[in-house]
């Protein structure tokens, strides 16, 4: 089932000279079983609409439905454990929520929280650390003597052991160095593709967005201001200019040889499809 | 603790917002004083006329000045409770189950309730109506004659802001990590004590992580600017006091001085 938010609204700070209109009557259908990114500039409302998917913050109007539950701004919810286990939200830096002595301590946390007995916590953490690239013998170390990245890892790691079927990734690769920031990124869609999770992340990437997600949202002012396919968002660089976005370098390539003069057909995405029709079409030329 | 409004700055604009932080902080202390002495209830009256009419001027809504007292209002009630049954003196008031409560159990503790509750508000307005920087900008000047037996104003002053500064930030930090361990399934509000003692583990940590990093941070920034402490430093912002300044100083003199001679027996 997907998820899906009906006229749903946040306002922080409701009744104080500070309220702030987060989100204003979002209706948005994000698809199961797929890689979905959010993008938006700094302040449209991104972390805020994330943070509604596990609960964390609750719709001050419209209601939401995620893994088969229905939050609505009317009624006080309830079982929202349950719904956080199934939803599993990646903070922004996470590496600030290790807490633990050791490493696989920390990532039995959150399975030992949701009912998991020790045995099958620890199993758990072991299986998501080596997944997330974590060496066996830094297990027992703790958390706080491990790199930015390795931290990142750990934390990552920390919500995958509890095994949920939508996994929320809030800026995970920000200041990440490129190869950490790939490693990541094929790691998600790892997951989405052998785990079948659905995965949702919120980036700035656009490089991250061709490459590795299957749909695109843009949120701006609170408001869904686009929400399509991968490949229907690269299509139109009117639309990236208009919504002030620097494409990826394949999609730059693509429209200056299409200024040159080359018949390039404007869904083409892809590098090595690019440099095949450049070269038949100086072939037929010749 | 987005609902904590005690030392909360509230941007409004009123005759009190404009005082001089300097006139704000001597008001609150001579009231602090006049509070202390016990000067019964026609002095805990004049004070609480002066601070009612220092709510009204300033805009603050009363809200605010509830949200600020009612996390006191707990150890208030224990207070009492404590207070009951502990003081035996006075006549008997009347009989609880066989228990008997004396006068004094209750009138004093409505003393001590009614103190706390006029030193709350009167803070809540000083840090309410003024904005931190100049909190400590007033801090600064009020120090200064202190100069002269070593004492740091400027350094003083500068901890105070930084230390302001920071709590916005790390309620922040606290309500992001709150929120990160809730979606690791910590229940803040639910489970046994072990499990209530771990969730407690899983954000002090974090917090307190975060926090060194932080003062590590900022002082390394600081340096790199060229702050040295203790060295003579030009000023963006002049105070300046003006007639209302005075008056509210004034005021406040003279309920001390009232009190004061309500309490001695002058009048």
Known sequence: MPITFKELSHEYNLGTPFAYLALDHVSLAIPEGKVTAIIGETGSGKTTLVQHLNALLLPTGGELEVAGRTISSNEKPKHLKALRKDVGLVFQFPEYQLFEETIIKDVCFGPKNFGVDEETAVQLAEKYLRIVGIDESDFHKSPFDLSGGQKRRVAIAGILAMDPQVLVLDEPTAGLDPQGAKEMMQLFSRLNKEYGKTVLIVTHDMEHVLHYCDEVIVVADGHIREQCEVHEFFRSVELLKELKINPPAVIRLREELREKGFQIPDDMIDVEQLIDAVASEVKGHE | ?267
């Not at chain 2, 904590?4 to 008001?27: E, Q, T, V």
């Not at chain 2, 002082?219 to 003579?232: L, T």
Request: a positive charge.
């Open chain 2, 1 to 267: 603790m987005n609902n904590f409004a005690l030392g909360k700055y509230m941007p409004l604009d009123s005759i009190i917002h404009r005082m001089d932080p300097r006139a704000k902080i001597g008001a609150m202390l001579l009231l602090m004083v006049a509070i202390f002495i016990p000067a019964g209830y026609i002095g805990y009256a004049v004070i609480a006329v002066l601070i009612i009419t220092a709510v009204f001027l300033s805009k603050l809504r009363l809200n605010f000045i509830w949200r600020s007292v009612k996390p006191m209002m707990f150890m208030l009630l224990f207070l009492w409770i404590i207070n009951v049954l502990v003081l035996r003196t006075g006549y008997v008031m009347f009989t609880v189950f066989g228990f008997k409560v004396y006068s004094d159990a209750i009138f004093q503790t409505l003393f001590i309730i009614i103190r706390l509750l006029l030193m709350i508000i009167v803070t809540t307005i000083l840090t309410a109506t003024t904005k931190p920087l100049e909190l400590t900008l007033g801090i600064e000047d009020l120090l200064t004659p202190f100069k002269v037996i070593h004492v740091p104003a400027h350094e003083i002053a500068m901890m105070i802001s930084i230390a302001l500064r920071f709590i916005p930030t790390l309620i922040e930090e606290t309500n992001r990590i709150i929120k990160a361990q809730t979606s690791r399934g910590v229940d803040l509000d639910e489970g046994t004590l072990k499990e209530k003692l771990m969730a407690i583990l899983a954000l002090i940590v974090p917090l307190f992580v975060s926090a060194f990093q932080r003062a590590e941070e900022l002082a390394n920034a600081m340096e790199a600017r060229g702050y040295i402490p203790n060295r003579p430093r030009t000023r963006y912002k002049q105070l300046e006091m003006t007639f209302k300044d005075y008056v509210l100083l004034l005021l406040s003199t003279l309920i001390l001085i009232l009190n004061i001679c309500i309490w001695k027996g002058f009048i």
